[in-house]
């Protein structure tokens, strides 16, 4: 398995986190479900044809070039052979910059097909992946990405407030967000589901979420009376109700999962050195 990440330029920085590159066994992609957390993700397939596939079991392929929305519950994605991917995380307020004004972001697929530009710029970033390697892959997108026409949008003081639910890890006051950008708490919440897709107190437990999520896989072991204490829940019957909200298990079953994960990593690359 290959991860890679890469800082964003200077430039794109006010646009998302990072670069990400993912190439994994067949077999581990498909058996892992896609865990919500406060970022979407630009996704360029570079690798075998992919599926998305309904709580019905039904599947749907996936284009080249494709934008996710935020999850508010895990998806699983059926790659065909080996996924390959080459990513950029972007702050959720910057998505409708890249699709059609016309889609809304609070219904509909999981997973939004972006235009003509960016199918045809994903032959083009799968071609360098293969032929020239990852950093020339991510140096091609970082191009597209300064290239792509945008939708204009006056992202300053949403972004703002994102940022400060990132430091706080979501323990803000909706109703203070909006006094510090200038608006009532109506035009917050109009503004900032319309940009993301959720509303702002959604968007506040995903961030709690995915710092809970991060905190769990550094330190699977953790009694969760300390999570509970770090995180501001009220008992751990909350803690839990939260957490299996947003992916179906219990903090206690995801900790166990990373334990376990951990272990089959390490016994593999034993035996690559053995």
């Not at 990072?18 to 479900?33: K, T």
Request: hydrophobic content about 40%; aromatic content about 10%; some cysteine.
């Amino acid at each position: 398995m290959i991860q890679l990440q890469y800082e964003l330029p200077a430039a794109l920085q006010q646009e998302g986190r990072r670069f990400w590159i993912l190439e994994e066994p067949q077999f581990e992609f498909n058996s892992d479900a896609i865990m919500p957390d406060s970022h979407t993700e630009l996704v360029i397939n570079c690798g075998a044809p992919m599926d998305v596939v309904a709580d019905d079991g039904s599947r749907t392929r996936t284009p080249d070039a494709f934008l996710n929305r935020l999850l508010q519950k895990p998806i699983r994605l059926y790659a065909l052979d080996m996924p390959q991917f080459v990513t950029v995380r972007l702050y959720p307020w910057v998505a409708r910059m890249f699709i059609d004004p016309q889609i809304d972001l609070s219904s509909g697929s999981n997973i939004i097909s972006l235009n003509h530009f960016w199918q045809q710029a994903a032959k083009t970033v799968s071609h360098v992946f293969h032929q020239r390697g990852h950093d020339e892959a991510v140096a091609y997108l970082t191009q597209a990405l300064l290239d792509t026409p945008r939708q204009k949008a006056d992202l300053t003081a949403i972004h703002a407030a994102g940022e400060r639910l990132y430091e706080a890890r979501g323990h803000l006051r909706i109703g203070d967000l909006a006094a510090d950008s200038y608006l009532s708490v109506s035009q917050f919440e109009r503004r900032f589901k319309h940009l993301t897709g959720v509303s702002a107190k959604t968007y506040a437990r995903l961030v709690r979420f995915e710092a809970i999520r991060d905190y769990l896989w550094m330190y699977p072991t953790i009694r969760m009376a300390d999570v509970v204490n770090d995180f501001g829940f009220t008992d751990q019957a909350h803690l839990i109700h939260e957490f299996k909200a947003l992916t179906a298990s219990t903090p206690g079953e995801y900790a166990a999962f990373i334990q376990r994960h951990s272990a089959i990593i390490k016994h593999a690359q034993n035996l690559q050195y053995t």
